[in-house]
């Protein structure tokens, strides 16, 4: 078996939730627990930070990751879903597991996991345990792929937990209400374990205050400590003063992830930096900074708020739910240009009727579809955008339509390129 036929097989045989949708999500623990179990439970042999959240869950684990690689800590990353290749997914110090460890790796298995039949979420979460245990990283950040509750990376006994904030999406899944969305994100919660919560919320906080009261764990909101100021941006970075109780903590810090979204993860990366401190890390003010500012050198990390060009201005965002949206449209509100161009495309599942009236009815729009059978056909999504005064054109390919807006747009004009993880993870200059 060579890389190729191995990621063939991953796809092929394994249902896939980025591909299928909710098919492939499977409400229970069972199959995960099973194949840590063959795997020797890999995930209890390094220490271990647990990371949830409906929005920014990607950027905070990245910048946690960050800051414990600039601190010399052996640091594991285990995310999802990936942009451009299948070993972005499971990283060591930033750098990617090798396409030999992916096929050693279900050769090696291949009985079992055809005896037990995994999601490919799920075999790939046993992947990543199996990797970081075999190289004997320090600490890995564990990324939640869906939810938390049910989630198969709910298998570890993290030193830390961290929930990022709770907004709509998936309902399907996890609920249609931010409590019951809350709960499944609250399974985290381990005994004994602090976690923190990035963001206050009224609707939620309430469920995380019950859920850390049973389980006898610590729970700290990070806005109620850390204030994090905006002061600019330039090129390279978004640059915030951070305050703790009401005391500058940070002045002038570079944050190398642009989108003032970012303002929110800050929060809880701070609090979680000063509780891993608590916990016996060292972590330098030096380290907090250089992890912060060279988080996407340190960890690869791409596609949030991505500046692709200058002269037009394009840019691109993985943000795909109504938060999410609507944090890109407040981004985008910022800029300077004289005409909006966007780059559009969903996927099917996805309820539309609370993002589309958050988008900009004077841009020109090309609708495009990723080449997944979960995207929206681009023709279903131009019809539907129309009912929300979200006029352009159909071109399908993501490539094509981005070409299109370039050819439409001026120097002074600006080019936004997302809606979906998948269409960001097509765009061939990213």
């Known amino acids: 078996m060579d890389y190729q036929q191995a990621i063939a097989y991953l796809y092929q045989q394994l249902p896939m939730f980025h591909r299928i949708g909710k098919a492939a999500y499977k409400a229970d623990l069972q199959n995960t627990i099973a194949l840590c179990e063959h795997l020797?439970?890999?995930q209890h042999t390094f220490r271990s930070i647990h990371v949830a959240g409906t929005n920014g869950k990607g950027s905070t684990s990245h910048l946690l990751a960050a800051i414990l690689q600039a601190a010399g800590y052996k640091t594991g990353l285990y995310t999802s879903p990936h942009l451009k290749s299948f070993t972005e997914r499971i990283r060591i110090n930033g750098q990617e597991i090798s396409q030999h460890s992916v096929v050693r790796f279900i050769e090696q298995h291949q009985d079992f996991i055809e005896k037990i039949q995994p999601s490919f979420f799920e075999l790939t979460v046993g992947m990543a345990f199996h990797e970081f245990s075999s190289q004997q990283v320090d600490v890995a950040i564990i990324e939640v792929g869906l939810g938390g509750r049910l989630d198969s990376t709910n298998v570890i006994l993290p030193q830390l937990s961290v929930i990022t904030n709770i907004s709509f999406d998936h309902q399907d899944i996890l609920g249609d209400t931010l409590p019951q969305i809350a709960f499944e994100k609250a399974g985290i919660i381990k005994p004994d374990i602090p976690v923190i919560i990035s963001e206050y919320q009224p609707e939620t906080a309430s469920v995380f205050i019950e859920k850390a009261r049973q389980e006898n764990s610590p729970v700290y909101f990070a806005d109620e400590t850390f204030k994090i100021e905006y002061t600019g941006h330039s090129d390279e970075y978004l640059w915030v003063n951070v305050w703790r109780k009401g005391e500058l903590y940070l002045k002038e810090l570079a944050?190398?992830?642009?989108?003032?979204?970012?303002?929110?993860?800050?929060a809880g990366v701070c609090q979680a930096a000063e509780q891993l401190q608590q916990l016996g890390y060292y972590l330098s003010e030096q380290s907090i900074r250089d992890g912060i500012a060279q988080v996407t050198t340190l960890t690869g990390l791409k596609g949030r708020w991505q500046k692709l060009q200058i002269n037009p201005l394009i840019i691109c965002d993985t943000g795909h739910n109504e938060a999410g949206i609507r944090e890109v449209v407040l981004n985008i509100r910022k800029q300077p240009?004289?005409?909006l161009f966007i780059v559009l495309g969903v996927v099917k599942d996805k309820d539309l009727s609370h993002i589309l009236p958050l988008l900009p009815t004077e841009a020109y729009y090309f609708f495009c579809q990723a080449n997944i059978p979960r995207a929206l056909p681009a023709h279903l999504l131009q019809m539907q955008?129309?009912?929300f005064g979200l006029s352009g054109e159909s071109i399908p390919d993501v490539n094509q339509a981005i070409q299109a807006a370039k050819a439409k747009a001026n120097p002074q004009d600006m080019i936004f390129i997302g809606?979906?993880?998948?269409?960001?993870?097509?765009?061939?200059?990213?």
């Open 337 to 339: 240009f004289e005409k």
């Open 255 to 266: 944050c190398g992830l642009m989108g003032e979204y970012q303002l929110k993860n800050l």
């Open 385 to 387: 955008a129309l009912a």
């Open 419 to 430: 809606g979906s993880t998948f269409v960001v993870a097509e765009i061939e200059e990213l």
């Open 40 to 42: 020797g439970n890999p």
